[in-house]
């Protein structure tokens, strides 16, 4: 089993191993996650990931150019819907606050 720790919401939740971030976001759509296209293009789901990012699938290109494009160089930020959770990690959703709209 892995955690999931949305850091700004004090909120851990478990996930088996390899469980993807959209697949978790859809069945508990009250997460404080955020998704758009789902395909690593629109940059929506950007995610500063504050620790356990050694527990996340790799980057792919596609994903690299996506947070460059959306001004996010930083290698801590990775984009939800590419990847995967194989460890407990700590994250905070770019495009998330407690007064967002779902």
């Known amino acids: 089993m ?5 850091k700004k919401q004090k909120l851990e939740i478990s996930v088996s191993d390899g469980s993807e971030f959209v697949d978790v976001f859809q069945k508990d759509t009250s997460l404080p996650m955020k998704f758009g296209c789902t395909r690593g293009i629109c940059g929506v789901c950007a995610m500063e990931v504050t620790s356990g990012m050694d527990n996340l699938t790799k980057k792919s290109d596609l994903e690299s150019e996506t947070l460059k494009r959306k001004g996010i160089e930083e290698e801590n930020y990775r984009l939800g819907c ?20 779902e």
Do not use: D
């Not at 590419?82 to 709209?101: L, M, R, T």
């Open 2 to 6: 892995a955690t999931i720790t949305f």
């Open 82 to 101: 590419q990847c995967a959770v194989n460890g407990s990690v700590e994250v905070s959703f770019v495009n998330y606050s407690e007064s967002s709209p």
